[in-house]
């Protein structure tokens, strides 16, 4: 697999461009490390953009949306698709109203998305889905029936146009501001995951779920 | 304004429809405590998703964006657009690799985005995108140049087509998987705030950042 993607006109980044990078394990890094991304798809033309689960094999994205969903049919010819990534590390107040961002970590991937029709690499798929948020799931729970496989289309983009984009760091603030008496710095933002609440209807005897095991 | 919209053939939800809502309260509530959104747009009919920084004034959605970057001008016409806001409030891990789920709040508002040219409303529209994150900010800080103003497009998106969906609760499992002896229910997903970092240049005596200014 090749380690640097070549940008292309379509994913060169336009503005700031030291924030950017086509380097694709730092692409996989960034999505590896999310729960969701942000699948952008037109509908009749109007674009919409929806919140999945998704999973990684190798160069290939998938998702899945239920059969009987918005998502439109992927034709022989495949389906315009974005899916994005962002983690929002940190809020970064600066002294301007201008100079204020974000720390953040963002995957972009577009291109043509096609709609899985093999069933091994549809299981497979599904299963990359399930273990992308908890890995190891997917072998301890009863797999789909073939309805549920019906029931589920699955989508894959493949990994090759695509881009990312991180900014770290304090603000950056004009010369003339820095003596205004206001703070400037960072909110660091994470994501934590509380304490597993059972259902009430576990088998005696079954094991607490390990919140270590999640990314 | 009205409390709660109509539903289009573009909004109406058609998967779990119980899960939906067309309440102008809950619409407002989960982007309000939203940090980001990711914004759906096409450029030359490639559907991107891009995450972006917004604010709201009533029923207007306004998100910015560099002069210089990827989004494209608006016309007369306007730009056909999709803002959509989701909170990851917990997995929801079942018995089957089916039935796993999420417990989110998303909020979806579609339609044509206008670029704001009226230099009051734009001012407004800012005030709103940095107000948003910390309440109160864009008093503190120095406002726009009429450089940074130029520098910046801001596009509205009116809030009339739009959609909630929230999933809150344990899994749902198939009856006959209740005797699976594995762990099911649900690890709470929270976003939290950290310490704030100063950037190492305050003026003398400027009060620390307080956390519970955000939201």
Not at 141 to 153: C, D, F, I, M, Y
Request: glycine share 8%; charged share 20%.
């Amino acid at each position: 697999m090749e380690t640097t993607l070549t940008p292309t006109e379509r994913t060169r980044l336009k503005r700031l461009p030291q924030r950017g990078s086509y380097d694709v394990a730092t692409i996989h890094a960034i999505l590896d490390a999310a729960l969701i991304c942000h699948v952008a798809f037109n509908v009749d033309g109007q674009p919409f953009a929806m919140p999945m689960a998704f999973g990684r094999v190798g160069n290939q994205l998938y998702v899945h949306a239920a059969s009987v969903g918005r998502m439109p049919r992927a034709g022989a010819d495949g389906l315009d698709m974005c899916i994005t990534v962002t983690h929002v590390d940190g809020l970064v107040l600066a002294r301007s109203a201008f100079h204020h961002s974000m720390n953040y970590r963002c995957a972009i991937v577009i291109g043509r998305a096609r709609l899985v029709s093999d069933p091994i690499e549809k299981e497979a798929a599904l299963r990359a889905v399930v273990d992308h948020v908890v890995p190891g799931r997917w072998d301890e729970v009863r797999q789909p029936s073939a309805q549920e496989l019906k029931a589920t289309a699955v989508f894959a983009l493949a990994l090759e146009e695509a881009s990312a984009k991180v900014r770290t760091g304090g603000p950056i603030d004009d010369a003339d501001d820095y003596t205004r008496p206001v703070w400037a710095g960072v909110v660091p933002v994470t994501t934590t995951f509380g304490q597993p609440e059972d259902d009430g209807r576990l088998v005696a005897g079954v094991a607490p779920f390990e919140v270590s095991r999640l990314q």
